[in-house]
C-alpha cells in the first residue's frame, strides 16, 4: 500500500510561530496516540491548538480515506506566520511604541508511514561538505 498523507490547517492562530514550533518539534514522526498524550500534558497553551488540528487531520483521513487512526503517524507539522495586529504602546513625552501582536498558520499532515525527516546533529550542520567527507575516511 502506497503511503498515505492527509492534512489540517488552522490558520490565524493567535500566538507566536517560536511558541508553536518549541510544542510542535515534540510530535514530529511520533504516533497519533503519543503525540495526544504529549499535547495534552504540555504546559504550553498552543498545546490545545495543535491537539485540536491533529485530531481534525485524524478525522479527515478516517471520514476521507477511511484510515484507520491506530495506523497513522504524525508525518509534517509546519508552523508558518500568519499576519501581524500591530498595536500601540504609549510612551514617555508623546511616543508610541509599536507591539506585534503575531499570528500562525498549523499544518499537520497525518499519513501511514513514519517518514519524518531524521534529526540532524547540530554539530554537522555547521560543518562544509568537505570536512565531513575527510572525517568519515
Known sequence: MAATHVKATSRYVRVAPNKARQVVAHIRGQRIDHAR?????SPKGVAEQVL????????????????????LY?????????????????????????????????????GTENVAPPRRNARDANRRPAANAAAKE
Request: charged share 25%; glycine share 4%.
Open 52 to 71: 485540536k488540528t491533529l485530531n481534525s487531520a485524524v478525522a479527515n483521513a478516517e471520514n476521507n480515506l477511511d484510515l484507520d487512526a491506530d495506523d
Open 37 to 41: 498524550r504529549v499535547l495534552a500534558l
Open 74 to 110: 504524525v508525518t509534517a507539522v509546519v508552523i508558518d506566520e500568519g499576519p501581524r495586529l500591530k498595536r500601540s504602546q504609549p510612551r514617555a513625552m508623546g511616543r508610541a511604541y509599536q507591539i506585534f501582536k503575531r499570528t500562525s498558520h498549523i499544518t499537520i499532515s497525518v
